[in-house]
Every structure is written in structure tokens, then in C-alpha cells.
């Protein structure tokens, strides 16, 4: 299949398209590089010896759209551009939803116009709010609660009504995924590609990382007072190649319509939780290096706990998480020391 990555220069994307060009498929990049650079997209070419076409514009902008699915035969797309970063959601809510929402609705249009149906979309757990009980299965009920959480959930009932209103008349195209990330973290294991966040990470392992090679000074630990094992908060760390494939699973599901609803929705985890504390430990073993830490308040709209029930995705997809919490700090550690500056290194 011919499948369009938007944001397939990113963090996510970049290893999406890797994973898709080892199953097979062809593939065609639309970014803006808002946050990514096309060193990311050479990578990948090198990874995989694979060429393909690049074009940088806006999911927001129509022509762009247009122009790209006029040249190129697309079957499919996997959407992972948006912004991501939930305090900057909290602080600028227009450019959260403009990006997500609108950039979104503006890539159904024109996919519904050069009738393309197949979308498989980065949705996040996120929409599980604070879940009333762990491990977190897709039926939970759906909260958000800030901007960025907001978007996703938008997104999920925007690409529901979608579905719905078709199976209304009948007329039943579109194959939609709704792939809810729990916490994506490593890199691919040449060390080429991987999370380059822009100026002080927000997520926990590029901060414990850039603290390991000294470009941070400590780690500040958010909370030691949640009802966990240890007091910290617990999460459900996956590979992000784990995470790229289960969207190749995905692909493959809705190619082969095995569906009788057109919308379907994933979690992609482990199934297995680790608490920060855990976190530090295993990168110091993988690493050899140590992690200078500090206990500190808990982290305005954190949640204790959360990791995923992935029985649907197993069942259904035949996927399951396969790489250990070794292999995602070894192969983080491996990024890091390779690109201390990430792709500006
Ligand atoms: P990222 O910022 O590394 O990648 C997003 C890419 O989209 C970047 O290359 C950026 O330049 C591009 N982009 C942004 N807006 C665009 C636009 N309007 N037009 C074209 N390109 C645009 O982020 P990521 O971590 O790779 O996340 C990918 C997706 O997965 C996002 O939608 C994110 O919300 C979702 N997600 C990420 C996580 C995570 O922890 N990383 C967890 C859950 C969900
Ligand atoms: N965390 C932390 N210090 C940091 C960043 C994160 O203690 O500098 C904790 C955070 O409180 C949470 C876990 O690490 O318990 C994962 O946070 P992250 O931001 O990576 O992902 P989230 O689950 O919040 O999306």
C-alpha cells in the first residue's frame, strides 16, 4: 500500500515510517517540520536504504492537501502531526485545537474528496482522565483535562460521527483506528532515530537522559506521595517500535476490512506499569551511568497510576509489546550518547 505519514518526521512518525517500509508498504512524508527536522527523514532512508518523497506543507492547508493527493496514489494515511506539549496546550488552547482539530478536519476533507478511507490516528491515553481502576481497557469512560487531552477526545468523536453517519446511509467506506498511546519512550536500536525534544523535556525519560549525559543537572521526581509501590507515580512505558509496528498491525487490519464497524480503537502498552523510581534504576543498569535526582511536589493534573489493558489489541491485531524495559533504556541510551544535541549533534 501507498500510505501517507503526516508528521512522519517526528518522534512517533519517523519510526512509523521505518516500520512501514521494513512491511512493505510505499510511502509519501507531509510535514511542516514545526517540530522536527528533515535530518530525521534522511535517517530513516539510511535505516532502511529506502527512498521516498517528502513534502513539506500543512496539514491545515487545503492546496497542500490537494496538490499531495493529486500526485501521489494514496491508499492510506497515518496522521501523526499535532502538537503534543499539554502545558503549552493549557497556555495557547487556539493553536492546540487550530493544529489538532482543525488540521485534522481539514485531512478528512480531503481525503473524503480524493476518496481515500482508510485513517489510522495517534489518539493517547490521555482520554482515560484519571481511570477509575487499572489496568485501563478501551470501554473506559472518557474524560480530558487540559486542551491537548481535549483535542485528542474531539478528534476520537469527530472520526466516530464520521463512521456513524456513513453506516446511517449505508454507504460505509471509511476504516478508521483510534491508537490511544500510553507512554512511548527508546528509539530505534541503530541509535539514528529518536525523540529530540525541543529546549527542556517535559516526559520523563528524555529528562532522565539529558540529565545522564550532563546536560541537565537532576531529575526533579513529581510526587512521592501517590499510593504506589514506592510513592511515585506508576506508567505504562512501551517501545517505539513496538508502538510503529502495532500501527502496521493496524494497517493491515482495516486493509483487509475484517471489520464490521468502521471505527476501531486500540490501546498500545505493555500491559505493565513501572514507577519513576524503577525508571531511574533501569536506566542507570542500562547506562552505567547515574541519574542525581530530587524528590519534588506532584505535577499539577498527574495521576497516580495508569497502564494499559492490551487484551483487545492482542486479539484482534495479533500485537503485543515484545521489547523489555532494557532494551528501551539501552536503546534511548544509545540515541542519547550518539546525538547528545539531538539532530542539531
Ligand atoms: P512530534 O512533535 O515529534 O511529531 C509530530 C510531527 O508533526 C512533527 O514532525 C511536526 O513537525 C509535525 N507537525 C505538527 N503540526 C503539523 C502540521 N500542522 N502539519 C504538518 N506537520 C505537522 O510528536 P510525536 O511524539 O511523534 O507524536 C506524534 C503524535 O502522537 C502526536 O499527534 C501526539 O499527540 C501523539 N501522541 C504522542 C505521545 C508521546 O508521548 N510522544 C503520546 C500519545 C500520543
Ligand atoms: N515525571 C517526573 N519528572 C519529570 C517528568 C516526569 O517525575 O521531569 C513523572 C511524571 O510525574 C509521571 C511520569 O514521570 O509520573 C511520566 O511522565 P511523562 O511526562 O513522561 O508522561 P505522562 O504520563 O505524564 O504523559
Known amino acids: 500500500m501507498k500510505v501517507l505519514v503526516t508528521g512522519g518526521a517526528g518522534y512517533i512518525g519517523s519510526h512509523a515510517c521505518v516500520a512501514l517500509l521494513e512491511a512493505g508498504h510505499d510511502i509519501v512524508v507531509l510535514d511542516n517540520f514545526a517540530n522536527s527536522c528533515m535530518t530525521s527523514l534522511d535517517r530513516v532512508k539510511q535505516i532502511t536504504g529506502e527512498d521516498f518523497p517528502v513534502v513539506e506543507g500543512d496539514v491545515n492547508h487545503h492546496r497542500v492537501l490537494d496538490s499531495l493527493f493529486n500526485s501521489h496514489d494514496i491508499d492510506a494515511v497515518m496522521h501523526f502531526a499535532g502538537y503534543k506539549a499539554v502545558g503549552e496546550s493549557c497556555e495557547k488552547p487556539l493553536l492546540y485545537y487550530r493544529n489538532n482539530v482543525a488540521g485534522t478536519l481539514s485531512l478528512c476533507e480531503a481525503m473524503q ?5 482508510l485513517l489510522i490516528f495517534s489518539s493517547s491515553a490521555t482520554v482515560y482522565g484519571d481511570p477509575p481502576t487499572v489496568p485501563i481497557k478501551e470501554d473506559f469512560p472518557l474524560t480530558a483535562t487540559n486542551p491537548y487531552g481535549r483535542s485528542k477526545l474531539m478528534v476520537e468523536e469527530i472520526l466516530r460521527d464520521l463512521v456513524s453517519a456513513e ?13 490511544r498511546y500510553f ?5 530505534h536500536p541503530s541509535g539514528l532515530i529518536g525523540e529530540d525534544p525541543n529546549g527542556i523535556p517535559n516526559n520523563l ?3 532522565i537522559s539529558q540529565v545522564a549525559i550532563g546536560r541537565l543537572p537532576a531529575l526533579s521526581v513529581f510526587g512521592s506521595d501517590y499510593p504506589t509501590i514506592d510513592g511515585t507515580g506508576i506508567r505504562d512505558y512501551l ?12 494497517l493491515d487490519y482495516l486493509a483487509q476490512g475484517k471489520s464490521t464497524s468502521g ?3 486500540w490501546n498500545l502498552g505493555t500491559g505493565k506499569g513501572y514507577s519513576v523510581l524503577e525508571m531511574i534504576r533501569a536506566f542507570e543498569s542500562a547506562s552505567g551511568k547515574t541519574v542525581s535526582f530530587k524528590m519534588a511536589p506532584r505535577r499539577a493534573g498527574d495521576i497516580a497510576a495508569c497502564w494499559a489493558d492490551t487484551s483487545k489489541a492482542e486479539n484482534e ?5 515484545s521489547r523489555g524495559l532494557s532494551e528501551m533504556m539501552e536503546d534511548s541510551w544509545r540515541w542519547q550518547l550518539g546525538n547528545p544535541q539531538g539532530y542539531r549533534s
Open 113 to 117: 474528496k480524493h476518496q481515500v478511507a
Open 317 to 321: 491485531l495479533g500485537w503485543t509489546a
Open 167 to 179: 453506516q446511517l446511509t449505508g454507504s460505509g467506506a471509511w476504516q478508521i483506528a483510534l491508537m
Open 263 to 265: 471505527c476501531h480503537t
Open 183 to 187: 507512554n512511548p519512550v527508546g528509539a
Open 239 to 250: 517501545h517505539v517500535m513496538d508502538l510503529a509496528e502495532g500501527h502496521v498491525r493496524a
Open 205 to 207: 525519560l528524555p529528562y
